[in-house]
């Protein structure tokens, strides 16, 4: 499984450059009124969960009937959606009505950017094991 993780390095080149952006773009951030700590927290909420997905996905792809890897995509999307939902919610509670929709609204641009380096790097990965 070790040797697995090495596909991992979409997700971890999108980690890193979100990180670099996040901090070479503070000044801008400031001048519109956007929170950089809601952006870092969901720079690495993000990581995490697609990291997590990712293996769930990985061990699917293992398995011979392709109805359990689609499976697995889909429920670790929905998985995803309610922990960002969820993140949101605890976020809008927490600051008392003094949210940040600048920031939630790059937060789910991020998002995307995760999910299409966690396709990517899944497509490579079926394309070795079935191509």
């Known amino acids: 499984m070790p040797s697995a993780f090495k596909h991992l390095w979409p997700l971890g080149l999108v980690f890193l450059i979100n ?5 070479a773009l503070e000044g ?4 519109y009124n956007v929170d950089g700590l809601v952006l ?3 720079n690495i909420l993000f990581l995490l969960i697609s990291v997590i997905a990712w293996a769930f996905q990985f061990k699917a792809l293992k398995n011979k009937n392709p109805n359990v890897f689609i499976r697995s995509v889909m429920g670790s999307m929905m998985v995803k959606m309610f922990i960002c939902v969820i993140a949101v919610f605890i976020y809008v509670t927490a600051s008392g009505g003094q949210y940040n929709k600048k920031a939630i609204l790059i937060s789910m641009l ?13 497509m490579k990965l ?4 079935h191509g």
């Open 19 to 23: 990180f670099l952006l996040l901090f």
């Open 28 to 31: 801008i951030f400031r001048k």
């Open 40 to 42: 870092h927290v969901a």
């Open 110 to 122: 991020m998002y995307l950017i995760y999910l299409a380096a966690e396709v990517v790097s899944l």
């Open 126 to 129: 079926n394309r070795r094991q």
